[in-house]
């Protein structure tokens, strides 16, 4: 408990913590305005088919794609900081007890990021049919079906990113590498999704942006039709790399 009171201690001391967590609703609400204001035109120039698929839920929700990068620089930095300043020693020193140290941090940042990350959702969720609705096309009600699962899901989403930022944040020990590393797990290999063999597509079924990110829709999918599945296979994956974390943060020297 004292270690964990101690990371907390540190996280909200750094004005990076504040600075990120400021841009994630800046950033994350500028968004969500930007893309909903046309979204009226979109919906009226669609086709049938298109008026059919209408989520108004899932447009609402599209800032976890900026928002995913910015918790994940906040779990990198919950990590990565103390190695660029040299103060990791200082820190092991006081708990040599790595596993405890590295558990304070991952529960710290998952903490954060799961509060804002949730808030974010709800806010954009609210202000997204607030304009659909100036825009006179159909929106969506919290208390319509699947609606809260999916923004509930939004933010269980986005813990899953700031816990696996963390543990890119120990394997790697260095903010850019770990920071190359997550955009190229939320970002490049789904845009390189298509040239993968067919015998490997099943793995898109839980990654990040793809399969997992198919809890912010409330129209089935058919490409992922069970998207909780899909969530927790995210989490699986998560938890598979911070246990790499802890082995590799207890074995290696600072």
Known sequence: ???????????????????????????????????????????????????????????????????????????????????????????????????????????????????????????????????????????????????LKAVVGGGLYLSAIALLAVGLGAILRATAGALATLVGIVFLVPALAGLFPDWLQVIFDFWPTLGAAAIFGTVPDESFPHPWLNLGGLWLGVAAVLTAAFVVFRRRDV
């Open 1 to 147: 408990m004292n270690t964990l009171h101690a990371e907390w201690i540190k996280l909200r001391s750094l004005r990076s913590t504040w600075y990120t967590v400021a841009c994630l609703f800046v950033l994350g609400l500028g968004i969500t305005g930007l893309s909903m204001s046309g979204a009226g035109t979109e919906y009226r120039g669609g086709t049938d088919a298109d008026r059919a698929a209408w989520d108004p839920t899932s447009q609402s929700l599209k800032t976890f794609i900026v928002a995913q990068l910015i918790v994940g620089v906040l779990g990198i930095l919950v990590v990565t900081s103390e190695f660029a300043t040299g103060l990791m020693q200082t820190t092991l020193a006081a708990t040599p007890q790595r596993h405890r140290l590295l558990a304070a941090k991952a529960i710290v940042a998952t903490g954060v990021a799961a509060v804002a990350g949730q808030v974010l959702m709800f806010v954009s969720f609210f202000i997204g049919q607030a304009l659909l609705a100036g825009q006179d096309v159909p929106y969506a009600h919290l208390g319509d079906p699947g609606v």
